[in-house]
């Protein structure tokens, strides 16, 4: 069988598609992991400032783990977009 210029126009493009998927998937666990790591600094006692209590590091501390959940929240809304087939975020 032989490869038409159209079906490997349609090969380049799932590549593209399933680089944009991957980079996603990717992002996703890498916000995820360091909103976890942030989650166990304080018990660690990093950064901690010298007259801080536990009790006040630890809801502090809670704040960048937040965030970056909020970024992996983000990013999941995003790969179920382009899992989706027929919308605005697939080309």
């Known amino acids: 069988m032989f ?4 079906d490997c126009k349609v ?16 992002l996703i666990v890498t916000f995820s992991a360091i909103a976890v790591v942030a989650l166990l600094f304080p018990f660690a006692g990093v950064f901690k400032p010298c007259g801080e ?8 501390a809670g704040a960048p783990m937040t965030i970056f959940a ?21 080309k």
């Open 3 to 6: 490869i038409r210029i159209s």
């Open 11 to 26: 090969i380049e493009r799932m590549n593209e598609y399933e680089r944009t998927v991957q980079k996603t998937l990717w």
């Open 53 to 60: 209590s536990f009790a006040c590091w630890f809801s502090r």
């Open 70 to 90: 909020l970024i992996a929240q983000n990013r999941v809304g995003h790969l179920s977009e382009l899992l989706t087939p027929n919308n605005f975020s697939t």
